[in-house]
T-cell receptor, first 112, second 112 residues
Framework: DGGITQSPKYLFRKEGQNVTLSCEQN?????MYWYRQDPGQGLRLIYY???????QKGDIAEGYSVSREKKESFPLTVTSAQKNPTAFYLC???????????FGAGTRLSVL | GQQLNQSPQSMFIQEGEDVSMNCTSS?????WLWYKQDPGEGPVLLIA?????ELTSNGRLTAQFGITRKDSFLNISASIPSDVGIYFC????????????FGKGTRLSVIA
């Protein structure tokens, strides 16, 4: 089935550790996005990429890094510089010129 | 960045009641989208609106693109328990190739 796959569903991070969240899509979409969701905060944009090998910072990029080496993959690394990483992370994608974002099922990150 | 004001923040209703929520902005949007998020899952698109004044239905859901292009509302008729979740509005700005802007969500609880 076509869609967006995020893994893992649950992830635990130790203090000072970098962790990477996976996002893969087989929809042949050009643009991909990462959002952070905290209770009552809605969706806040971390990074987005509209084409392979290019990406832009969103509203809350500090403490995060991304890469876009392949069209279907847009991994997000939560670095040790992100002091409050506990949240629900959502990946999304749209096709070229598309207005509609399609979301993955999310990864819940917690700090040990 | 641009912001959408979504209200109400939360609602508690009896099963069978109708529900109304809305989003407003100080900026013009080209597209309005409404999503629903179930607990622990990613948002799923409910309705997409592309023209000012457009009124679109999807089963018991009806949404409208405001004439001024600065607002949109979503109505749910005859609510049922499975309507529980968080409803998000999202708008595509009228300014170049920029990502969707999301409201903070309306949390709906239905009392059977």
């Amino acid at each position: 089935d076509g869609g967006i796959t995020q893994s893992p569903k649950y992830l635990f991070r130790k203090e000072g550790q970098n962790v990477t969240l996976s996002c893969e899509q087989n929809l042949n979409h050009d643009a991909m996005y990462w959002y952070r969701q905290d209770p009552g905060q809605g969706l806040r944009l971390i990074y987005y990429s509209q084409i392979v090998n290019d990406f832009q910072k969103g509203d809350i990029a500090e403490g995060y890094s991304v890469s876009r080496e392949k069209k279907e993959s847009f991994p997000l690394t939560v670095t040790s510089a992100q002091k409050n990483p506990t949240a629900f992370y959502l990946c999304a994608s749209t096709d070229k010129g598309g207005n509609i974002q399609y979301f993955g099922a999310g990864t819940r990150l917690s700090v040990l | 960045g641009q912001q959408l004001n979504q209200s109400p923040q939360s609602m508690f209703i009896q099963e069978g009641e109708d529900v109304s929520m809305n989003c407003t902005s100080s900026s013009i949007f080209n597209t309005w989208l409404w999503y629903k998020q179930d607990p622990g899952e990613g948002p799923v698109l409910l309705i997409a609106l592309y023209k000012a004044g457009e009124l679109t239905s999807n089963g018991r859901l009806t949404a409208q693109f405001g004439i001024t292009r600065k607002d949109s509302f979503l109505n749910i008729s005859a609510s049922i328990p499975s309507d529980v979740g968080i409803y998000f509005c999202a708008g595509l700005p009228n300014s170049g190739n920029t990502p969707l802007v999301f409201g903070k969500g309306t949390r709906l609880s239905v009392i059977a």
